[in-house]
């Protein structure tokens, strides 16, 4: 198969789940977190949610494979049932013993059920019921697993639920008629795909594990960003693309893939039609009305007879027909390119006028804002983990995440700089970097000093991606908890001990229920969920807090200093 082709041991993106494939992203990690705190805290119900193909089944395996030796799991992989099938599979499950002819009633497996947790709970022991594609359960058999919370003892519950589906589940927890259930629930997340750098690791990690050898690139950058803009970072879905794309490489012997190969795998895997040729297309059906345009224009001038003066001038159809020198300039390369297909851009570009226009209107100059991609992430690295930023300040001191925004109301007053993905006219990847953003302008980092840019302006350029870096102290995974000990707990007491003034931390390296408590009043006040736990999303808001990022105020006369210093992004 095409995996000998690569010199692979075997095929690297198989969607069935093998754990030796296992790759944990932060929001993979942060989600088993959440599920390992909600079974060891004692909760009723622990939910986790995410899009199809997200990797929740992912983390089911790790779960198992980290729950304690003393808890019992009884895995439902199938919903669709009614109650007293729901409670006959946990029997089943569990190996608790009942009369087949009791199989229809809710009391006797109710009984059975809670003579288990009862003596499981003497000798010592935990039990968890799992149900995946959650989803799926109606309201009467979610009604009933509600009730089965209500074994319980003076100071803890008996039976431990984790309900894990698609969003559908979370919405459907919303209901009136589920709030009893929804005030259960100790501990949710929501699994959000991968990131764009996510991407390019999973693709790297899946690559080898199946034996790549050092220093082959099989997906090229590019390729890589393309892939993550058509998979939309679902791991399942960039498995299959990777895949068709590695045997269509294989059968034309080339050495990695391209952006064509795939162009071909999101028409077959997804069903897409990829968009570079559409915007071709449209352009050579708006020459071809303009030529229309010219003939029925020419037609009714003959009817008027000669010597009369048409009645409406005819300034509209002159682009079509002139060319360059009338036409705003990306328009003139857009007609150009319909006429000439095969002439690449930068040919394109350089063409002499046409006839018509005596003189070529000059490219125009770039704004002085406009920073190459590389150079904005170095220049953002600098802002916030100081000089010298490491040949990747991905993977320096500070971590790199992307997000996305609609609207600049969505990104509202940024906690920390940013940089925004941006696109030239002429279809090139640029950046900017933002330190604030007002009502009307937004203040931005140039080679020159710091600059005042009208939203109007940075908005023709800017398509909602952005990133931004945050630190997070040595040693820390994805998220901390009661009974963590390391570095990284030290590093996050000390963080409150400034936040709030003290002279003391709460904590030293272990994670105490005082530190948990402080952490609780921490997410109560940032509107977070009050979980305890320190999550990537609380230990952000907390660096914000403790002032560890620079504040709007202060960011334009650090890029200065920086400048001023010698430094070049």
């Not at 993106?13 to 942060?30: C, E, G, K, Q, T």
């Not at 019992?72 to 946990?90: C, G, H, Q, R, S």
């Not at 693309?241 to 190969?261: F, H, N, S, T, W």
Request: hydrophobic letters at 45%; glycine letters at 8%.
């Amino acid at each position: 198969m095409y995996y000998q082709y690569f010199g692979l041991r075997e095929a690297p993106f198989s969607i069935a789940v093998n754990p030796r494939y296992l790759f944990m992203s932060h929001r993979h990690r942060d989600a088993l977190a959440h599920l390992l705190y909600g079974v060891g805290a004692g909760g009723a119900f622990i939910v986790l949610t995410g899009e199809v193909g997200t990797g929740k089944t992912t983390i089911n395996r790790a779960l198992l494979e980290q729950l304690p030796d003393d808890a019992d799991i009884a895995i439902v992989l199938n919903p669709a049932l009614d109650a007293a099938e729901l409670l006959a599979t946990v029997c089943d499950e569990l190996g608790i013993a009942y009369d087949r002819e009791d199989a229809a009633s809710l009391k006797a497996l109710t009984d059975r059920l809670h003579r288990f947790l009862l003596d499981n709970h003497a000798r010592g022991r935990r039990t968890v019921l799992l149900i995946d594609e959650a989803q799926h359960l109606s309201f009467p058999v979610l009604e009933q697993i509600r009730l089965l919370t209500n074994l319980e003892t003076d100071s803890e519950k008996l039976l431990h639920i984790i309900l894990i589906g698609q969003p559908e589940l979370a919405a459907m927890l919303q209901r009136p008629e589920l709030r009893q259930l929804n005030q259960r629930v100790t501990a949710r997340y929501n699994l959000e795909p991968l990131s764009r750098g996510e991407t390019g690791a999973y693709i790297r990690h899946r690559l080898q594990v199946a034996g790549l050898g050092p220093g082959t690139e099989l997906f090229p950058p590019r390729v890589v960003r393309a892939i993550h803009r058509h998979s939309r970072g679902i791991p399942r879905l960039i498995n299959l693309l990777c895949d068709r794309m590695l045997l269509g490489a294989y059968g034309q012997e080339a050495p990695r893939v391209d952006r064509r190969m795939l162009r071909k795998a999101v028409r077959e895997v997804i069903g897409e039609m990829p968009s570079p040729r559409d915007g071709r297309a449209l352009r050579y059906a708006a020459l071809a009305l303009a030529g229309l345009a010219l003939v029925v224009f020419a037609w009714w001038a003959l009817l008027r007879g000669p010597g009369e003066e048409p009645a409406v001038a005819a300034p509209a159809a002159a682009p079509a027909a002139a060319g360059a020198g009338v036409a705003e300039p990306a328009a003139q390369a857009e007609a150009t390119s319909a006429v000439e297909p095969a002439r690449p851009m930068e040919t394109v570009e350089a063409a002499p006028a046409a006839k018509s226009s005596p003189v070529a209107a000059p490219a125009p100059t770039p704004p002085a804002w406009l920073l190459p991609p590389d150079g904005a992430l170095r220049g953002l690295y600098a802002l916030q983990g100081g000089t010298p930023v490491p040949a990747d300040p991905c993977r320096g001191a500070l971590r790199c995440e992307d997000g996305r925004a609609d609207t600049w109301q969505d990104l509202g007053a940024p906690a920390r700089p940013l940089l925004l993905e941006l696109v030239t006219p002429d279809r090139f990847a640029a950046a900017a970097l933002l330190l604030e953003l007002g009502e009307r302008t937004a203040t931005l980092a140039t080679l020159d000093g710091v600059a005042a840019v009208p939203l109007a302006d940075l908005a023709d350029y800017w398509r909602g991606g952005y990133r931004y870096l945050w630190d997070a102290p040595a040693g820390f995974g994805s998220g901390l908890a009661a009974g963590d000990e390391g570095l990284a707990v030290a590093a996050v007491a000390g963080r409150f001990a400034r936040l709030d003034g003290q002279a003391e931390p709460l904590a030293g390296e272990r994670f105490t229920p005082r530190l948990a408590e402080r952490v609780r009043l921490f997410q109560h006040a940032e509107g977070l969920a009050e979980d305890g736990i320190v999550g990537t999303q609380t230990l952000r808001r907390l660096n914000v807090a403790a002032g560890l990022v620079p504040p709007p105020a202060e960011r334009a006369a650090a890029w200065e200093g920086l400048l001023a210093a010698g430094f070049r992004p």
